[in-house]
């Protein structure tokens, strides 16, 4: 299923998709975990559709396509190369990046974003996926000048839009063999599929999860595959995940 958040006349409602119609639920599939129907059905084109999920943590992971850590010059991380940045750059499917400077290299990363179900902690890799609501798509827009002058990723990857999330959750795909893609006005940036992840989900949920206990809500995005490239005002970035759907932006400066 494809679970949504979504304005209607200023009211912030929750639902799941049936084609191209919206059903409305009583309440946050997520916290509640309950998917009790209202009677009420939009179109998806006359609502405004919010980031899926607002995350009390978002968790990063770096590095973990192999072709990606090719093309950067750095060595296959031994485990996963985890970080943390900011839930107020979440921003959802149809809003603007905003670029805070022209004048730093600030660059798209399709990725895969798993969504937390229930609280998870110390978790196996072999209960791992039974802790996952589903599966949205994320841009980890990232400020490369400030990435390389701090050493560490938080400061350039949390400002205010940086975090695109959505269009909707999907519960139901194999998260380590999904195709990824992003484009950039209409060209293709990157291809992949989550079976080039050096650090498969089940790994990155448990290795996560051995430091930090997780949330309903929270985040963790897995990794980006690699063609990573700057953005500029103006640019309409789209990202297509296998199952999920496409994550859609503009660019201003």
Not at 196 to 201: A, E, G, P, R
């Amino acid at each position: 299923m494809k679970f949504v958040r979504f304005k209607n006349n200023n009211e912030v409602s929750y639902g799941y998709l049936e084609g191209d119609k919206i059903i409305q639920l009583e309440s946050d599939f997520i916290i509640d975990n309950r998917f009790i129907k209202t009677g009420k059905e939009f179109e998806r084109s006359e609502v405004t559709l919010l980031s899926p999920v607002q995350p009390g943590q978002v968790i990063a992971i770096g590095l973990n396509y192999v072709k990606h850590a090719e093309e950067s010059g750095k060595e296959v991380p031994e485990e996963p190369m985890m970080f943390m940045v900011s839930p107020t750059a979440v921003i959802g499917d149809g809003e603007t990046i905003q670029l805070p400077t022209e004048k730093h290299r600030i660059d798209f990363e399709a990725e895969l974003a798993i969504v937390i179900g229930k609280e998870a902690y110390k978790l196996s890799e072999k209960e791992a996926l039974d802790y996952v609501f589903g599966y949205t798509i994320n841009n980890d827009v990232s400020d490369r000048d400030l990435q390389k002058k701090d050493g560490q990723f938080t400061r350039a990857k949390s400002f205010k839009t940086f975090k695109p999330l959505g269009p909707s959750i999907e519960t139901n795909i194999d998260p380590n063999n999904v195709a990824i893609k992003l484009s950039v006005n209409g060209e293709i940036k990157q291809d992949s599929n989550t079976n080039d992840l050096i650090h498969n989900i089940e790994k990155v949920l448990a290795h996560v999860t051995d430091v930090i206990s997780l949330q309903p809500g929270d985040v963790i995005l897995t990794g980006t595959p690699s063609g990573v490239g700057p953005l500029q005002d103006g640019d309409l970035v789209e990202i297509e995940i296998e199952g999920i759907g496409k994550l859609s932006n503009k660019v201003i400066s």
